[in-house]
């Protein structure tokens, strides 16, 4: 069964404090992703990555940055929180040749105070 | 730029009631579509996807889509809801075998028992 898998459900976290945010999958996927969910608004993508240290911008990427040093693993880094990240951060994952469909984590709910 | 649009944010259903969702995107060329659901506290899972052949596709749980390519439509229907399916729906669409997919909103469906 595929799997993608987030570092944690929930954090809290205080303004200004850098947050890690970590996103594992095991299908060997090439392309990975970050998105924040909010109510309304659906689901907006921040970055994305299709290959290893390899990154874009997505629609929303202030206040971001990611890394990809492993095929399976990439990670979301808010380098300085503040309260306007309050949010669920969903990551996704797929391959090549798969139509786009996406795979996704159980997301991680972050709160900054 | 491509978007796609879900009319309905909220639809609140009593059981057995019939159900109809609307997406619609705006982009002339090959598509895929998707319809991914979240029930409450669980991650966003697929529900049925459209790449080509017959446009009345079935999904998980007793959900179709049909796509009408003139209408740039695919619309999400249940013919008798149930309170489990209580839940938020996105429709996506990918754009020529691109690995991105394109959000709508969401809409929120809430089936009253």
């Known amino acids: 069964d595929v799997k993608v898998t987030q570092s944690s459900r929930y954090l809290v976290k205080r303004t200004g404090e850098k947050v890690f945010l970590e996103c594992v999958q095991d299908?060997?996927?090439?392309?990975m992703f970050w998105y924040r969910q909010d109510p309304g608004l659906g689901l907006r993508l921040i970055y994305f990555?299709?290959?290893?240290?390899m990154k874009e911008k997505g629609d929303i990427p202030e206040g971001y940055s990611v890394s990809r040093e492993k095929k399976e693993r990439f990670s979301l880094i808010l380098e300085s929180a503040s309260t306007n990240q309050t949010s669920m951060y969903l990551c996704?994952?797929?391959?090549w040749g798969s139509g786009g469909e996406q795979f996704f984590g159980p997301g991680t709910r972050l709160t900054v105070l | 730029a491509q978007s796609v649009s879900q009319h309905n944010h909220h639809v609140i259903l009593s059981e057995a009631a019939s159900l109809e969702l609307g997406c619609n995107y705006s982009y002339g060329g090959t598509v895929n579509l998707f319809w991914y659901v979240q029930y409450p506290g669980q991650h966003l899972q697929l529900l049925l996807k459209y790449f080509s052949g017959d446009p009345l596709v079935k999904g998980i749980k007793g959900f179709e889509a049909e796509f009408i390519k003139s209408k740039f439509s695919f619309n999400l229907r249940k013919p008798s809801v149930q309170w489990s399916d209580t839940a938020e729906y996105f429709c996506a669409v990918n754009l020529d075998s691109n690995y991105q997919l394109i959000w709508g909103a969401g809409t929120k469906l809430i089936i009253k028992p």
């Open positions: 990555s299709y290959d290893v240290k």
């Open positions: 996704a994952s797929t391959g």
């Open positions: 299908m060997d996927h090439e392309n």
